[in-house]
């Protein structure tokens, strides 16, 4: 049964690569048109818009349908800091455009370099290389630019994704100190089954399964409070919620 799940299982990546190809071409120009030189803040909303296009069409054609909850969190014309859990590559293709209104991700630097894709890539997001400290400190100031003009932040604070059994690995500092400075509001947003769809742990393969993501209330950081605190008060709802929905 392995054995026949594993086949099918490299078949389906297979056609989850052509589908990818195949649709990015098709809205590359698009969006090279209408989004890649305009200024910020037009550029990402426009690149929003065409992101939540472009998964419409993917998502369904790789048979992994997204249900979405908890959008009415995100009260209109306040910036948050969303804060995701991280399974799998597929987790930002999918927290992006399942943002209500413009955001940025914040994503290393070396998948900026892939050829054509790697336009799309940069457009959605704030590049870090991770082995240099000024490129961590130049992202933090990008990232409070981001939220200065308008827009939703989007961090992994796993940092990597999760190869463990545990629903979450523990949190990295930066989008805790980032809400603290910036006073804005965390919205933890919980992602169920990409992990099942495209597994951190295989190489080129993938399953059709129903994903989810699901924006909780914001979370403030109350007066006085560290970003120490704040990070351990988010993992904790995070994790709780995870465990009691997964199913």
Avoid at 64 to 90: K, W
Avoid at 113 to 127: E, M, Q, T
Avoid at 156 to 185: C, H, I, M, W
């Amino acid at each position: 049964m392995n054995i026949i799940k594993n086949i099918f299982g490299a078949i389906w990546a297979l056609w989850v690569l052509i589908a990818f190809i195949v649709t990015l071409a098709l809205f590359l120009i698009p969006f090279l048109i209408f989004c890649y030189f305009l200024p910020e803040p037009q550029r990402t909303k426009r690149f929003i818009v065409f992101s939540r296009v472009w998964m419409a069409v993917l998502l369904p054609m790789i048979g992994c349908p997204l249900t979405v909850r908890g959008r009415e969190n995100f009260e209109p014309g306040q910036e948050y800091v969303v804060v995701c859990n991280h399974n799998s590559f597929l987790d930002i293709f999918i927290a992006t455009p399942a943002i209500p209104g413009p955001n940025k991700t914040i994503a290393k630097i070396e998948l900026s370099r892939i050829p054509i894709f790697g336009l799309v890539y940069k457009a959605g997001s704030v590049l870090v290389d991770r082995k240099s400290e000024a490129s961590r400190k130049e992202s933090l100031n990008k990232m409070k630019e981001t939220l200065a003009g308008g827009m939703h932040m989007c961090i992994y604070p796993e940092g990597t994704r999760n190869k463990t059994k545990e629903p979450l690995k523990s949190f990295q500092s930066g989008a805790f100190r980032l809400a603290v400075d910036t006073g804005k509001p965390i919205i933890p947003a919980v992602i169920f089954n990409t992990r099942k769809a495209l597994p951190a742990d295989k190489t080129f393969y993938a399953m059709p399964h129903p994903l989810a993501i699901h924006f909780l209330p914001p979370v403030k950081a109350e007066e006085n409070e560290n970003a120490a605190s704040l990070q351990h008060r988010v993992f904790d709802i995070m994790y709780d919620y995870y465990k009691n929905h997964q199913r």
